[in-house]
């Protein structure tokens, strides 16, 4: 019925001279998806968090968390890395997370919340100590040695890259290629910064070529309206500074 009255007044509308206007085709349902995109909030200087992240954490490293933190309240926390470990009476996980408040306006911050297991009894939060993702607290020099502060112990090999967006991993890619001095994996983005173009800073497992260490680097990678892609900083993470219990 509805086609036999759009006739009739396209009809009548020709014998009028009127210009009837192109119907608008049916959207396809193959259409191309967009590209992807990292999910940001956006903070103070222009950067914005990436509020957006999977995991390299364990079913049993996430399970040990989520009991230590069962009773916070306020904030959420998702475990990203378990960046180092420390053998006490039973074992000190430094997790490095994602927080996010619980608030109608909810905001997102970076967190190495150190969580003991202990031999007997139940896990709890020792610390939850602040990774201003603005102001890391670097070194000069990559440290040799595996122990990162008060026989903490990083990592012993280096993660594979699985969780940042698409467009982060290819941008990394691009400028990493050509770069000499540390072999580097990203690990997660922690935040972007629009520019003429845009600027990604990383959290990246890294090891200095004829080492066998692993530590962890602060790296700026600027990427062009043209596509270029360019390290613009890299420098060893100060881990002490992240462990205090």
Wanted: net charge positive.
């Amino acid at each position: 019925m509805k086609k036999m009255i759009l006739a009739a007044i396209v009809a009548v509308a020709v014998s009028l001279g009127v210009a009837v206007p192109a119907l608008a085709a049916t959207p396809s349902l193959e259409a191309a998806q967009p590209a992807p995109m990292i999910t940001t909030q956006a903070v103070a200087g222009g950067w914005s968090v990436n509020a957006k992240t999977g995991t390299y954490v364990t079913k049993a490293q996430k399970k040990l968390f989520k009991k230590a933190t069962a009773k916070l309240t306020g904030v959420t926390y998702t475990p990203v890395i378990v960046m180092a470990k420390q053998v006490v009476a039973g074992m000190n996980y430094a997790y490095f997370c994602k927080a996010e408040t619980v608030t109608a306006k909810k905001t997102v911050s970076w967190k190495v919340v150190i969580v003991n297991k202990p031999a007997t009894g139940k896990p709890s939060v020792l610390a939850i100590n602040d990774f201003n993702y603005k102001k890391i607290k670097t070194l000069k020099n990559a440290p040799k040695s595996s122990k990162a502060d008060g026989a903490w112990s990083n990592i012993k090999k280096a993660y594979k890259t699985k969780v940042l967006p698409e467009v982060a991993r290819t941008a990394f890619k691009k400028a990493a290629k050509n770069y000499v001095g540390v072999s580097l994996t990203p690990l997660v983005l922690l935040s972007t910064q629009v520019v003429a173009g845009t600027n990604y800073r990383y959290l990246c497992s890294g090891v200095v070529p004829g080492s066998k260490t692993v530590n962890y680097y602060a790296v700026d990678v600027y990427n062009n309206l043209k596509g270029k892609a360019k390290i613009t900083s890299c420098k060893p993470v100060k881990m002490s500074a992240y462990l205090a219990v």
